[in-house]
């Protein structure tokens, strides 16, 4: 699948969704999770195969949510290895994630979650490069490592607010 200069806005749940490799670039999504109960991402992958994924020099916008919506309890670019799903040798490069607010938790959980859940799953292989990112409505600006997908790098993430580099999850 392959997403290319698109404005995607005001998703339901999450705006894309896929079991196969993808290729995003150079898109605005914007305004996740209208429906009750949604637990929105910009991108997941769920179950099948995906190998040599790109998601690059897109931008994610989340407003401060206005009478509870959107709801935002969600990670904005998901690279999780679930519902039997394998992930390979993706890259997630200069791409510009806004999580408005200024209380934690209330416009996104995090903004980058690389995660592997218990079963067959597997993500291995991810690179997660040049991402600015303003987390002033979130819990934080990248999932922390607490699974055993493998061969995974961070590196040059920078606070959009700060300009400084992140710290490694």
Same mark, same amino acid.
Not at 68 to 89: A, F, H, I, K, S
């Given at each position: 699948?392959?997403?290319?200069? #698109?404005?995607?806005?005001?998703?339901?749940?999450?705006?894309?969704?896929?079991?196969?490799?993808?290729?995003?670039?150079?898109?605005?999504?914007?305004?996740?999770?209208?429906?009750?109960?949604?637990?929105?991402?910009? +991108?997941?992958?769920?179950?099948?195969?995906?190998?040599?994924?790109? %998601?690059?020099?897109?931008?994610?916008? @989340?407003?401060?949510? +206005?009478?509870?919506?959107?709801?935002?309890?969600?990670?904005?670019?998901?690279?999780?290895?679930?519902?039997?799903?394998?992930?390979?040798?993706?890259?997630?490069? @200069?791409?510009?994630? %806004?999580?408005?607010?200024?209380?934690? /938790?209330?416009?996104?959980?995090?903004? %980058?979650? %690389?995660?592997?859940?218990?079963?067959?799953?597997?993500?291995? /292989?991810?690179?997660?490069?040049?991402?600015?990112?303003?987390? /002033?409505?979130?819990?934080?600006?990248?999932?922390?490592?607490?699974?055993?997908?493998? #061969?995974?790098?961070?590196? /040059? @993430?920078?606070?959009?607010?700060?300009?400084?580099?992140?710290?490694?999850?």
């Amino acid at each position: 699948l392959t997403i290319a200069r #698109d404005w995607l806005k005001n998703a339901p749940q999450h705006v894309v969704e896929v079991s196969n490799s993808l290729i995003e670039r150079r898109n605005l999504i914007e305004n996740l999770g209208f429906a009750p109960g949604a637990h929105p991402n910009a +991108v997941q992958f769920c179950g099948g195969s995906a190998s040599g994924s790109e %998601i690059a020099y897109n931008t994610i916008y @989340n407003p401060v949510p +206005v009478n509870g919506y959107p709801n935002m309890d969600n990670e904005d670019l998901q690279v999780e290895g679930q519902c039997t799903g394998t992930v390979l040798n993706t890259t997630l490069a @200069n791409n510009v994630v %806004i999580a408005a607010g200024t209380q934690a /938790g209330t416009t996104s959980s995090y903004l %980058i979650a %690389i995660r592997q859940d218990p079963g067959p799953n597997l993500v291995q /292989g991810v690179k997660v490069l040049s991402n600015w990112l303003y987390w /002033g409505g979130a819990w934080g600006p990248l999932y922390p490592l607490k699974t055993p997908a493998s #061969d995974v790098t961070f590196s /040059g @993430n920078m606070s959009l607010k700060t300009g400084t580099a992140l710290a490694l999850p």
